[in-house]
């Protein structure tokens, strides 16, 4: 069991890309929000 | 006593529990059984929806009990859930009951259970264990073969039964949290590729089934193909569009009865129907939150087990209400994906929770001490 401490900083490096999981949810949500405005508003 | 005194929260632990994320899938699973009882009330009374209550409360209580002890302890059992997992899934694929052409569910006691769900569980743990032991380094092909296999049997057999949907749920999973450990490119890369001439390969084989190419392809132009896939599209993105910006109102909605399964895979379509636009922003929103907060715990935990754990959840999440709402709304294939925590579904629903109470204690347990 590797704990946060010594190597709490290589870790965070390491698992930086987290932050690419927030990016997908935001360009998951926009392609359905555009598109249920096109079905539900627009059109 | 002693045991009821076990079954009790250490106070200073309390205080690091995620109520929000809590009530938030609550309200999200309460917004699922309304709309259930909406849905089937006229055809079926409340049975679904009192069936979805039970559901709920024995989930809730599921948390519960996974917050009482140690997140740590899982890993210790890791080997053995998973390997329940697979064995629950060759069982199903000798016992199971074959509906809708894919042998995905098997009868215990009266109640259908749906061994891929607990199978997907079991394979998150193993993979966050293994990387754990490797300390990340999952780019040595050792390691990297190791994690492969361990994914790969539960995949072939859910793909085996044949059950698209879960297998692609499973496949993303794993590329989330391989993507996040930092596996290479370059890796990434030539994985995909061969996945992509593979992809071509069967698909021009026998081994795709006729009704599962037509299920891919009629989401292209539902309006032009007249099979009931392209049929339940079509109804589906008629019943979305009628609800407008505010929707018809609780109980009013007409357009959702003629799609097939629509209180459990386009359960979103009546909540458009009825909710209108508004109604569906606020689930997005609410959905946006739990997600936030997951991340949050993923980046926050003191570990890689708990770290990988929670990234796998987020994956699931992420590609579940993507796959979903997209086949509700005509931008992606019908795989029979439920929308999470609001789906009709036992087995979709206490897999849910038990995989958002472990990531809960995760997030309860992020500092390395707790007196």
């Known amino acids: 069991m590797k704990l946060k401490g010594d190597d709490e900083m290589k870790k965070r490096k390491k698992f930086n890309k987290i932050n690419v999981l927030f990016i997908s949810m935001l360009a998951i949500f926009s392609i359905i929000i555009v598109k249920l405005y096109y079905i539900q508003i627009a059109k | 006593m002693k045991f009821l005194e076990n079954l009790k929260l250490n106070k200073k632990l309390l205080k690091e529990v995620d109520y929000i994320t809590i009530i938030v899938v609550i309200c999200i699973a309460i917004l699922g059984c309304v709309t259930i009882y909406s849905a ?4 079926y009374g409340n049975h679904y929806f009192k069936s979805q ?3 709920l409360i024995l989930s809730l209580i599921m948390v519960y009990f996974l917050l009482l002890f140690d997140y740590m302890l899982i890993e210790n059992y890791a080997v053995i859930i998973y390997w329940a997992g697979v064995i629950f899934l060759i069982i199903n694929h000798f016992f199971g009951s074959t509906i809708n052409g894919a042998k995905c569910w098997i009868n215990i006691g009266g109640i259908a259970v749906q061994p891929s769900e607990f199978a997907k569980i079991g394979m998150i743990i193993m993979l ?4 754990d032991e490797m300390d990340g380094k999952i780019n040595n092909p050792k390691n990297l073969l190791q994690l492969i296999m361990y994914a790969a049997i539960p995949m072939i057999l859910i793909y085996r039964q044949p059950d698209m949907g879960m297998t692609m749920v499973n496949f993303f999973i794993v590329l989330g949290i391989v993507f996040i450990v930092g596996l290479d490119w370059k890796i990434i ?8 001439l593979l992809l071509i390969g069967v698909w021009n084989s026998s081994i795709i089934k006729p009704y599962q190419k ?4 009629s989401f292209l132009d539902p309006t032009q193909n007249t099979s009931s896939s392209g049929l339940q599209l079509a109804q589906s993105t008629l019943t979305v569009g009628s609800g407008g910006l505010i929707g018809s109102g609780f109980l009013k909605g007409v357009q959702f009865k003629n799609i097939p399964e629509n209180y459990t895979d386009f359960v979103f379509a009546v909540l458009s129907e009825e909710r209108g636009l508004i109604g569906v922003l606020i689930l997005l929103l609410l959905y946006g939150i739990i997600i ?3 991340i949050k715990i993923a980046k926050n935990s003191k570990d890689i087990f708990g770290t990988v754990i929670s990234v796998g959840l987020v994956s699931n999440l992420l590609f579940s209400i993507f796959q979903n709402i997209g086949m509700n709304i005509g931008i992606m294939p019908i795989t029979g994906i439920t929308l999470p925590f609001m789906s009709y579904g036992g ?3 206490l897999t849910s929770f038990m995989l958002l109470g472990i990531v809960l204690n ?4 992020r500092k390395k001490i707790n007196f």
Do not use: E, N
Request: aromatic fraction near 10%.
């Open chain 2, 362 to 365: 995760i997030g309860m347990r």
């Open chain 2, 53 to 55: 209550v039970i559901f």
């Open chain 2, 292 to 294: 936030y907060r997951l």
């Open chain 2, 40 to 43: 089937t009330y006229k055809v």
């Open chain 2, 347 to 349: 087995s979709s629903l």
């Open chain 2, 128 to 131: 966050a264990k293994k990387i």
């Open chain 2, 189 to 196: 890369t030539a994985g995909m590729t061969s996945i992509l």
């Open chain 2, 214 to 217: 037509t299920r891919l392809t």
